[in-house]
Antibody, heavy 117, light 112 residues
Framework: EVQLVESGGGLVQPGGSLRLSCAAS???????MTWVRQAPGKGLEWVAN????????YYVDSVKGRFTISRDNAKNSLYLQMDSLRAEDTAVYYC???????????WGQGTLVTVSS | DVVMTQSPLSLPVTLGQPASISCRSS???????????LHWFHQRPGQSPRRLIY???NRDSGVPDRFSGSGSGTDFTLTISRVEAEDVGIYYC?????????FGQGTKVEIK
């Protein structure tokens, strides 16, 4: 069974940093992987994705230069380093497996990031 | 970026009756590889999104056959043939053909 378990969320002040993790199990960790976020009471927004070996990464414009997606295939783990956080980054962050070409077939339960003073 | 527009945004439905949600994209979602990367997700309150339909009309494993997807180009539809109580929640369409992938605003389905 495919499982994705996010961790690392919490309360952080504006301008601060946080690192999210996503532990994957139940499949060979050679898929593209993605982060999607959902602000409270709002819709879904794709944030970033990474190819199977980490050599390609893409970001939504609003996080470029502030967020870094990475992975450790030896640990079956996906990460999202979030720096210079803003109030508008407050959201539940989901990791998802990308079956092929932005086709998110499995999602984690999400981790809440709150940016507030 | 490709804009995905869903309608209606709120859909009160009667149990056992059909329901449909429209999703329109600002550009054609037909990829040069002949696939169309238009997917549908369902999110129940307090839960993660779950993929229901991928590439327009393919139902995911375990998804009841009362759910169906159709469409092409820029116009797509999710249809529930007979709504059941467990179908409440928010439905999102999403395009993956063009980077960045983008979602519709969501359609909230509730029982009358």
């Amino acid at each position: 069974e495919v499982q994705l378990v996010e961790s690392g969320g919490g309360l952080v002040q504006p301008g601060g940093s946080l690192r999210l993790s996503c532990a994957a199990s139940g499949f060979t960790f050679d898929y593209w992987m993605t982060w999607v976020r959902q602000a409270p009471g709002k819709g879904l927004e794709w944030v970033a994705n990474i190819n199977h070996d980490g050599s390609e990464t893409y970001y939504v414009d609003s996080v470029k230069g502030r967020f870094t997606i990475s992975r450790d295939n030896a640990k079956n783990s996906l990460y999202l380093q979030m720096d210079s956080l803003r109030a508008e980054d407050t959201a539940v962050y989901y990791c998802a497996r990308d079956a092929t070409w932005h086709n998110f077939d499995h999602w984690g339960q999400g981790t809440l990031v709150t940016v507030s003073s | 970026d490709v804009v995905m527009t869903q309608s209606p945004l709120s859909l009160p439905v009667t149990l056992g009756q059909p329901a449909s949600i429209s999703c329109r994209s600002s550009q054609s979602l037909a990829h040069s590889n002949e696939n169309t990367y238009l997917h549908w997700f369902h999110q129940r309150p307090g839960q993660s999104p779950r993929r229901l339909i991928y590439k327009v009309s393919n139902r995911d494993s375990g998804v009841p056959d009362r759910f169906s997807g159709s469409g092409s180009g820029t116009d797509f539809t999710l249809t529930i043939s007979r709504v059941e109580a467990e179908d409440v929640g928010i439905y999102y369409c999403m395009q993956g053909t063009h980077r960045p992938p983008t979602f519709g605003q969501g359609t909230k389905v509730e029982i009358k």
